[in-house]
C-alpha cells in the first residue's frame, strides 16, 4: 500500500494516521517532493476511475496562473499539466497492492482502501 501524502494538509496526516491505527504496512510518497511520472499518474487515475481534471485542485494560484478551467480537456495534456505542478494533484490518494486507488480525503473512503488489505 502506498500513500501520496502531503503532511501540511489535514486530510493526508488523518488518512495517514488512519493507516496508522489499522495497523496496515505502506509507503508514504510526499508526491510533491517525488511527484509521479505521467505513466504512474495515468494508471493511478485509471485505477481511481477518474479523469484528471476530476481530481485537480482548481483553486491552487498555480491552476489559476495557467488557466487550468479553460484548458481543453485532454487526458494527456491535464496529467502532463499535473505532473509538472504536482500540487495540482489531489490529495491524499491512497493505491493499494492490489491495483486500487482512492481519493482519501474522508474516513469512508479509507475505510474503502483498507478492504482487503
Excluded: F
Excluded at 59 to 67: D, F, I, S, W
Aim: glycine letters at 4%.
Amino acid at each position: 500500500m502506498e500513500i501520496w501524502h502531503n503532511p501540511r494538509c489535514s486530510k493526508s496526516r488523518a488518512a495517514k494516521a488512519a493507516l496508522d491505527a489499522a495497523g496496515v504496512t505502506y509507503t508514504e510518497r510526499r508526491y510533491l517532493d517525488r511527484p509521479p511520472t505521467a505513466d504512474e499518474l495515468d494508471r493511478v487515475l485509471t485505477a481511481i476511475g477518474a479523469e484528471p481534471w476530476e481530481v485537480a485542485r482548481l483553486n491552487e494560484p498555480v491552476a489559476k496562473e495557467l488557466g487550468l478551467k479553460d484548458l481543453p480537456r485532454q487526458r494527456a495534456r491535464w496529467i502532463e499539466v499535473m505532473v509538472a505542478h504536482p500540487v495540482l494533484i489531489q490529495r491524499p490518494i491512497i493505491i493499494t497492492d492490489d491495483g486500487r486507488a482512492v481519493v482519501a480525503r474522508d474516513e469512508a473512503a479509507v475505510k474503502r482502501a483498507l478492504e482487503g488489505a
